[in-house]
């Protein structure tokens, strides 16, 4: 499955983006979906996901009610950033696995990501 992340960019503190994960060929309905983010010097920490069957989604304490993950359609899953903080910079990738987790090694499938950059 290649995945292929758009929608990062600079924005205010404050601000909203919209981040959006398509698959090329294949279908995402088959996996667990998840967002990851990796800012400079840190390792790549859990942002959100999305069960494979069903609505149920996971997030981050850091995140929870500001962000949300959806799928739009059968070959695109988004993540919606809204209130976003300078401490949200980073790089984010989207990720597919099999089943539904918090962690990045659970995931078999990586986009290439995305720069987010909130400046203050």
């Known amino acids: 499955v290649q995945l292929v992340e758009s929608g990062g960019g600079l924005v205010q503190a404050g601000g909203s983006l919209r981040l959006s994960c398509a698959a090329s060929?294949?279908?995402?309905?088959?996996?667990?979906m998840g967002w990851f983010r990796q800012a400079p010097g840190k390792e790549r920490e859990f942002v959100a996901s999305?069960?494979?069957?069903?609505?149920?989604t996971n997030y981050a304490n850091s995140v929870k009610g500001r962000f949300t993950i959806s799928r739009d359609n059968t070959n695109t899953v988004s993540l919606q950033m809204n209130s976003l903080k300078p401490e949200d910079t980073a790089v984010y990738y989207c990720?597919?696995?099999?089943?539904?987790?918090?962690?990045?090694?659970?995931?078999?499938?990586w986009g290439q990501g995305t720069q987010v950059t909130v400046s203050s």
């Open positions: 060929g294949r279908t995402l309905s088959n996996y667990a």
């Open positions: 990720a597919a696995g099999a089943l539904i987790s918090d962690y990045s090694a659970r995931y078999d499938y």
């Open positions: 999305v069960y494979r069957s069903g609505p149920r």
